[in-house]
């Protein structure tokens, strides 16, 4: 939703400005400028990236767009999850989650949690972690550093479509340079013609260095920090799990390891001890989900 608003905000001020200066409007519709830039931004992504990634990168830029999932609801459902699988493997050991981390889609426990099922990647680091702790054998220690190294992986993954396109945006600005020779080449052509002509496409090729910049400063280069904010927050999300999980294989109560968990939340979207209390122990998944 503010990356709408962001959008509309940066449009209405340029446009406003350059209106407020008696600017005619038509001068700055040239198609064949933004297909060079366009054309050739695209062009380049793909030289650079395999397609995995360009539709990494088109999945992210549609998520940018999105509400963000990771909020004080979303939080305390995963935080009652947690203690429902903890309190499940208190009182029966740890053995008794092993049918629920084998087919999690299957588990009772994971069936009210269908956000978190949706989530392979947070599936498989929550079941494959505890399958390891079911195992036996594996110390707090080394469960941490499995889980480190998932983590990394992970962020490197999601850090590599983020950098694809954040080099997409630097080579912008180029491009429209790119433009803006053609341009000039197409000027040069035309001297000996009638003023208003070379008027014209010299104004076409300004444009196009107008549009390269604009693009890169005003558009493709802010979402490309939308994205790396999306991540971050995905990266907390992952921690909390990763706390909550060592600290209850530590031997730390499942309320207590809850508690660890909560502490690492960001604070804008951290749930109170007494909302995290009674979603654990009062509240339903249900209302969460739908909050």
């Known amino acids: 939703m503010f990356a709408i608003i962001g959008i509309l905000v940066v449009i209405g001020a340029v446009v406003?400005?350059?209106?407020?200066?008696?600017?005619?409007?038509?001068?700055?519709?040239?198609?064949?400028?933004?297909?060079?830039?366009?054309g050739a931004a695209l062009g380049t992504m793909l030289i650079a990236n395999p397609l995995p990634v360009v539709i990494s990168i088109l999945k992210g830029v549609a998520g940018a767009f999105a509400p963000s999932r990771f909020s004080k609801p979303f939080y305390v459902e995963t935080l009652k999850m947690l203690n429902d699988l903890f309190q499940g493997a208190r009182k029966g050991g740890m053995v008794k989650l092993e049918s629920d981390v084998e087919e999690p889609e299957k588990s009772a426990i994971f069936s009210k949690y269908p956000k978190f099922l949706k989530?392979?990647?947070?599936?498989?680091?929550?079941?494959?972690?505890?399958?390891?702790?079911?195992?036996?054998?594996?110390?707090?220690?080394?469960?941490?550093?499995?889980?480190?190294?998932?983590?990394?992986?992970?962020?490197?993954?999601?850090?590599?479509?983020?950098?694809?396109?954040?080099?997409?945006?630097?080579?912008?600005?180029?491009?429209?340079?790119?433009?803006?020779?053609?341009?000039?080449?197409?000027?040069?052509?035309?001297?000996?013609?009638?003023?208003?002509?070379?008027?014209?496409?010299?104004?076409?090729?300004?444009v196009g260095t107008f549009l390269g910049i604009l693009l890169c400063y005003g558009f493709i280069g802010p979402l490309a920090s939308s994205m790396t904010k999306t991540n971050e927050a995905e990266s907390h999300y992952y921690h909390c799990l990763r706390v909550a999980i060592i600290a209850f294989v530590r031997g730390a109560p499942p309320m207590l390891a809850i508690e660890f968990a909560r502490r690492t939340i960001p604070s804008a979207i951290r749930p109170t001890f007494k909302e995290m209390e009674d979603g654990c122990r009062g509240g339903s998944a249900a209302p969460a989900a739908a909050a």
């Open 16 to 38: 406003g400005g350059y209106l407020m200066e008696k600017g005619n409007l038509l001068v700055l519709v040239q198609p064949a400028e933004l297909i060079i830039i366009g």
């Open 119 to 206: 989530n392979h990647h947070a599936v498989h680091f929550v079941c494959d972690t505890l399958r390891m702790a079911i195992t036996g054998g594996v110390s707090h220690f080394e469960m941490d550093q499995m889980m480190e190294l998932d983590l990394e992986v992970h962020h490197a993954e999601v850090s590599t479509p983020v950098n694809a396109l954040t080099t997409t945006a630097d080579s912008l600005p180029g491009l429209g340079i790119v433009a803006a020779v053609l341009g000039v080449v197409i000027t040069m052509g035309a001297l000996g013609g009638p003023p208003e002509e070379i008027g014209h496409k010299v104004a076409a090729a300004l």
